[in-house]
């Protein structure tokens, strides 16, 4: 898990230097930031526990700091959909930053067909509001990190890191 958030904040960073919305763009890595505090302290906890043995308090303890960082993985994603929106630069000739940007406009090509989608099918009340029930769901960054894309399937789950290993080859 520690190295699955060390792979979020990377995101998550490439995405932040690339963002043309200034807001955005400090959101992203204010996210990423605490994604790697919590990321580091998670590691820390971690090995405590395997030093220390099988407690009570030491299993809540690291329980709580993976909960804490779903939360901030969560975070991040939605401070990069919101990059996504506003806009990105064209990354550099680096390929983990050309991968990270093809991700993204994957997503929001599945955002704008699903908005294209809901805007012909509309299911709108007298007021002009969207109805609610039957709808679906807009796709989000989140969704996307957890379905396993075919050109991914030959990649291990958790692969070992090692040199040339790129952002978008571990399942964010």
Excluded: Y
Excluded at 63 to 80: D, F, I
């Amino acid at each position: 898990m520690v190295s699955d958030g060390q792979v979020v904040v990377k995101f998550g960073n490439i995405l932040a230097k690339h963002c043309l919305d200034q807001r955005c763009s400090m959101e992203l890595l204010c996210a990423a930031e605490h994604t790697q505090s919590i990321s580091s302290q998670l590691g820390i906890v971690a090995r405590v526990k395997a030093v220390t043995g099988e407690s009570k308090a030491s299993s809540e303890l690291l329980l709580s700091n993976v909960r804490n960082l779903v939360r901030a993985v969560q975070h991040v994603l939605r401070a990069a959909e919101a990059a996504c929106v506003k806009g990105l630069g064209q990354p550099s000739a680096d390929p983990e930053e050309e991968e990270v940007a093809a991700f993204c406009q994957h997503w929001r090509k599945n955002l704008t067909q699903h908005r294209a989608k809901e805007a012909l099918n509309s299911d709108r009340d007298e007021l002009g509001l969207r109805k609610t029930r039957g709808a679906k769901a807009e796709p989000t960054l989140m969704s996307l990190v957890q379905e396993q894309p075919p050109w991914s399937r030959n990649i291990p789950k958790h692969p070992s890191p090692r040199k040339g290993h790129t952002v978008m080859d571990r399942h964010l």
